[in-house]
């Protein structure tokens, strides 16, 4: 059975970085897309960043790209979203989520299966 689980977040000062990290067992990663979504109070779960089966990376919002990306360790059997210059807006729990077709989405329905969230909460 997959399971995710994801880690790295915590209080970070504005223009501060992290990396959050999604580990998996029960599945090997590189075979899906993997996507990281935020979803802040009061507001719906949004996408952040993707990487798909062949290694290729999209980045969903104007606001977050050039700042936010995936990668991937085939090795750690671990997804990562590295986050720079970030800014109070960013404050959410970010969620790794699995999409068993290998395809990419900027869209929460269409994957899978997803993790517990990591909080990420930037001071201003």
């Known amino acids: 059975q997959l399971q995710l689980v994801e880690s790295g977040g915590g209080l970070v000062q504005s223009g501060g970085s992290l990396r959050l990290s999604c580990a998996a067992s029960?599945?090997?990663?590189?075979?899906?897309?993997v996507g990281w979504f935020r979803q802040a109070p009061g507001k719906e779960r949004e996408g952040v960043s993707c990487?798909?089966?062949?290694?290729?990376?999209?980045n969903y919002g104007d606001s977050m790209k050039g700042r936010f990306t995936a990668s991937r360790d085939n090795a750690k059997n671990t997804v990562y979203l590295q986050m720079n210059s970030l800014e109070p807006e960013d404050t959410a729990v970010y969620y790794c989520a699995v999409q068993r077709s290998g395809g990419c989405s900027a869209y929460a329905e269409s994957y899978d299966d997803w993790g517990q969230g990591t909080q990420v909460t930037v001071s201003s």
């Open positions: 029960g599945a090997i990663l590189r075979y899906y897309a």
């Open positions: 990487i798909w089966r062949s290694g290729t990376i999209s």
